[in-house]
Structures are given as C-alpha cells and as structure tokens.
Nanobody, 125 residues
Framework: QVQLVESGGGLVQAGGSLRLSCAAS????????MAWFRQAPGKEREFVAS????????SYADSMKGRFTISRDNAKNTVYLQMNSLKPEDTAVYYC??????????????????WGQGTQVTVSS
C-alpha cells in the first residue's frame, strides 16, 4: 500500500522560506509521478508542481515558477518542495500526491491516485 507522509509545514513571515518533505513508502516509485497540490480555505485544490521520479523532469504552476522547486531523493524515497519568497496567498494545506506513469502533464487532483494527509503552511504579512 502506498503511503505518503508530508512534513515541514509551519508559520513563516512573508518573504521567508520553507521546505516541505513527502516520505513515500509501499512501492518502488521509479515509474511514478509525484506532485504537490495545495488547498486554501474555501478554494479548490490546485496544482503546485510535479516531478517524474525516474529522470527528474519537472512541471510548475505559473504562479510558482521561480519561487518553488520540486526535487526528489532516490535514496530516501522522499520528494521535497522548496518554497522561497513566500506570500500570504501561499497560505494553504499542502498535499503530496502520486500517480503511476512518467508524464508530468497532469494538473488535476483526479489524475492522482495516492495522497498524503497534508501539512499546513501559513504565511503572515
């Protein structure tokens, strides 16, 4: 059974940085795409970034390009989301997700089969 466990969320001031982690277990993830989504109160869950586990190709939502970086550590079976220059509008619960395949161009939550429990990120102004 695939398990995804996020960590690293917290409270940070605007302009600050956080690094989220997603520890993956239960499968060999070499043929998976991993992604980060976020959901703010009263809003739909939205795509943040994705990465092909094998090869490392990445994709980002336009509003995150240049500020967020997704990466993975094969040895630790962990995916990261480095978030810099954080803004109050980045406040949300951030979720790690996984789907089988090697195409990163899936941007809707319905395309992903496995989800973590989420980690809260709050950016104060």
């Amino acid at each position: 059974q695939v398990q995804l466990v996020e960590s690293g969320g917290g409270l940070v001031q605007a302009g600050g940085s956080l690094r989220l982690s997603c520890a993956a277990s239960g499968r060999t993830f070499s043929s998976y795409v991993m992604a980060w989504f976020r959901q703010a109160p009263g809003k739909e869950r939205e795509f943040v970034a994705s990465i092909v586990w094998s090869g490392g190709a990445t994709s980002y939502a336009d509003s995150m390009k240049g500020r967020f970086t997704i990466s993975r550590d094969n040895a630790k079976n962990t995916v990261y989301l480095q978030m810099n220059s954080l803004k109050p509008e980045d406040t949300a619960v951030y979720y790690c997700a996984a789907r089988q395949g090697r195409t990163i161009y899936y941007y809707t939550p319905a395309a992903y089969n496995y989800w973590g429990q989420g980690t809260q990120v709050t950016v104060s102004s």
